[in-house]
C-alpha cells in the first residue's frame, strides 16, 4: 500500500505560482511513476503532469507544458508540482497518483486506469 498527502493548494490571483507537494509513505516510492491529475467542477478528471520513477520519463498535457514543472525528491518521498502564471481555468481539486509502471508511455502516463494509488486532493482556485 501508498498512502499520498497532497498539499499547498489554496488562492491565488491570476498569473500567480503555486507549488504543491505530494508526500508519500508505505512502499519503496522510488518504484512507482507519479502522476498528477485535476478535476474541476462538473468536468472530468484531467490528466496535468507525470514523472516516471528515475526522471528520465516526463509528460505534461500540451496546454500546461511551460507552466507547470514535474519533480520529484526520492530521498523525500515527495513529488512537486510548480505551477506558474496561473489562470482562472486552472482551478480545480489536484491530485497525485502513483503506478508501478517505471517508465509508461505517454498514453499509459495519461490515463487514470493506469493509477494504482490516489491521493485526497487538494484544492487550487485561481481568481481573475
Known amino acids: 500500500q501508498v498512502q499520498l498527502v497532497e498539499s499547498g493548494g489554496g488562492l491565488v490571483q491570476a498569473g500567480g505560482s503555486l507549488r504543491l507537494s505530494c508526500a508519500a509513505s508505505?512502499?519503496?516510492?522510488?518504484?512507482?511513476?507519479m502522476g498528477w491529475f485535476r478535476q474541476a467542477p462538473g468536468k472530468e478528471r484531467e490528466f496535468v503532469a507525470a514523472?516516471?520513477?528515475?526522471?528520465?520519463?516526463?509528460y505534461y498535457t500540451n496546454s500546461m507544458k511551460g507552466r507547470f514543472t514535474i519533480s520529484r525528491d526520492n530521498a523525500k518521498n515527495t513529488v512537486y508540482l510548480q505551477m506558474n502564471s496561473l489562470e482562472p481555468e486552472d482551478t480545480a481539486v489536484y491530485s497525485c497518483a502513483a503506478t508501478t509502471y517505471r517508465a509508461p508511455t505517454a498514453t499509459m502516463a495519461q490515463a487514470p486506469s493506469s493509477y494504482d494509488y490516489w491521493g485526497q486532493g487538494t484544492q487550487v482556485t485561481v481568481s481573475s
Open positions: 514523472i516516471s520513477w528515475s526522471g528520465e520519463n516526463i
Open positions: 508505505g512502499r519503496t516510492f522510488s518504484s512507482y511513476t
